[in-house]
C-alpha cells in the first residue's frame, strides 16, 4: 500500500504542479492580451484550452482522493478484521494448549490405571476369571449401583454373624 500511496501523492504533486504552471500561463496569456489585441482570438483558444486542462486535472485530483479515502476506510476495515481474527486466533492456540496439558494428564493416568490393573490382575488371579461380570447390572460387579459403603456394612455384618455362628 505505501508505494500506491507514494504514487498517488506523487501524482496529486505533479497535478498540483500543472495546476500552478496553468494558472501561470493563463496570467501570462491575459498580459499578453492586453499588449497585444491583435493576438486575441489565438490567446483566448489557449486559454480556453488550458481552462480544460485545469478541469480535467481537478477533477482528477477529486477522484485520487476520493480513491484514498475509500482505500483508507478499506484498510481500517480490514486491520479490524485482522485484529479480530488475531484475537481469535490467541484464544485458540490458548485453547489448544490447555487441552493438550489435559490429554497428556489423561494419557499418563491412562498408563497408570494400566499399570495398576496389571499389577492388579498379577496380584489377584480372580479378577480375570470375573471380568465378564464387571459391569453387569444389578451383577455383583456393578461398580455403578453399588454403595461401597453399604456393602462394608453388609460385610461387617457377615463376618459378625460368621464369626457367632464359629464362637457357638
Aim: glycine share 4%; hydrophobic share 35%; no cysteine.
Amino acid at each position: 500500500m505505501d508505494s500506491v500511496s507514494q504514487q498517488i501523492k506523487f501524482e496529486a504533486e505533479s497535478l498540483k504542479k500543472d495546476l500552478e504552471n496553468a494558472n501561470e500561463s493563463l496570467e501570462l496569456a491575459q498580459t499578453s492580451l492586453n499588449k497585444a489585441s491583435a493576438e486575441e482570438v489565438d490567446l483566448q483558444i489557449q486559454v480556453g484550452q488550458r481552462k480544460l486542462a485545469y478541469d480535467e486535472a481537478k477533477q482528477a485530483l477529486s477522484n485520487v482522493e476520493q480513491m484514498i479515502t475509500t482505500l483508507s476506510s478499506t484498510i481500517k476495515e480490514l486491520t479490524t478484521e485482522k485484529n479480530r481474527i488475531a484475537k481469535k486466533t490467541e484464544v485458540a492456540t490458548i485453547d489448544i494448549k490447555k487441552l493438550s496439558v489435559k490429554v497428556e494428564s489423561f494419557e499418563s493416568g491412562k498408563l497408570n490405571a494400566e499399570r495398576v490393573i496389571s499389577s492388579l490382575r498379577k496380584k489377584y488371579e480372580w479378577i480375570e476369571s470375573e471380568r465378564h461380570s464387571f459391569g453387569v447390572v444389578g451383577g455383583d460387579y456393578d461398580f455403578e449401583n453399588i454403595d461401597p459403603s453399604e456393602m462394608g456394612a453388609k460385610l461387617k455384618k457377615l463376618k459378625e454373624e460368621q464369626s457367632s455362628l464359629v464362637s457357638g
